[in-house]
């Protein structure tokens, strides 16, 4: 199969399945293996792991997890793709890639909790690093910038307060200051939202959530603006830090990606089902969805991403304790931290937040997130009616 300019439809179901290697496999093989040999000496000698097909160690890459770094590099419009045995290895990577001892990290106040305690009690005291915490506002990236800044690490959508950032505006701001860009992309998958195309270097996603998509796997990847950077990560950093994912669960992202097209346009219906009907619920202060018209930066959303998926915040008009036993009364979504599956989840996820923590993040206590999943949406509405007419 001619494998320029498919779509991504194509590239989620077809791209890297290379059924003659396979003997025909409509599926391919989970290449369960930890080395591959070679004829001759002289072929081990001239092994070099960033020719395509090229395989020595499982450390230093798997024809099964070579699928998947293809399929998400074609859908990235990225030059190459690493997988990882978590999105937080893939992170943790770029940061050690990119910055050094005493480097600056321009981050966003509202990225993932663990990014930035990764930062906070590693990077600052261990390396001497420093970090400014940022809101959305150009300005305020733009007057964070020091001599010493290395990254720029973005999340856009934030998975709390779904907040936007300005992709184009940020990625030409940093090129102009030769600083590196990262985005948490998760929220968007590929499909909804491309950063590279916007200028940004580096995105990564956990496949945990969407492109796993079935609850039933961790793993990571990361994709590059260059080809040749990723070649240099994939020889450097992640051989050395060893975050590698295992064979079976690369091959459990093949299977969850060939629908990730389906699943997230359900996905997507039913949160703007819900967060509309929340939106004009009595009890419900505020709900935050970038899908809704009422979204502050909903224009700035629209001009980067080509949709919105399934996770979504809101508050009650209620006190922390009503909120926690609105929680309690929901059946349908199950209480669980994660999301990106086929099941409906609802958590608090600042319920232990210090007020520091709260204050950065701009929200309450009582915020609740839920994941809407592949459930039917009436089903859910009618979970989430009879737990708030309880309260
Ligand atoms: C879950 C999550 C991560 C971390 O992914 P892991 O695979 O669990 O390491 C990073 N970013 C966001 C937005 C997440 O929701």
Known sequence: MNHNNLDDQMILSHLGDDYEKYLGAVVPPVFMTSLHVFKTAEDY??????????FLYGRTGNPTAQIVEKKVAALERGGKALLFSSGMAATTTVISHVCQAGSHVICSRNAYGPV??????????KLKMTVTYVGT????FESSIRPETALIMLESPSTFVFSITNLRAVACLAQKHGIKTYIDNTFCTPL??????????????????????????IGGVLVGKEAAEIDTISQSIREWHGGVIGPMEAWLIIRGMRTLDVRLHRHQATAMTVASYLEKHPKVRQVYYPGLPSHPEYELMASQQSGNTGLLSFELDASLEESVRFLNQLQLFKIGCSWGGFESLALMPL???SPEGLQLVGANRNLIRIHCGLEGEANLLADL?????QI
Do not use: W
């Open 116 to 125: 930035k305690a990764y930062l906070d009690n590693y990077c600052i005291p």
């Open 45 to 54: 000698f001239a092994f070099d792991a960033t020719n395509e097909g090229e």
């Open 385 to 389: 009616d009879r737990a708030l007419m």
């Open 351 to 353: 319920y232990s937040m």
């Open 137 to 140: 506002e150009l300005a305020e």
């Open 192 to 217: 909804f939202q491309k950063p590279i195309e916007l200028g940004i270097d580096f995105v990564m996603h956990t496949a945990s959530k969407y492109l796993g998509g079935h609850s039933d796997l």
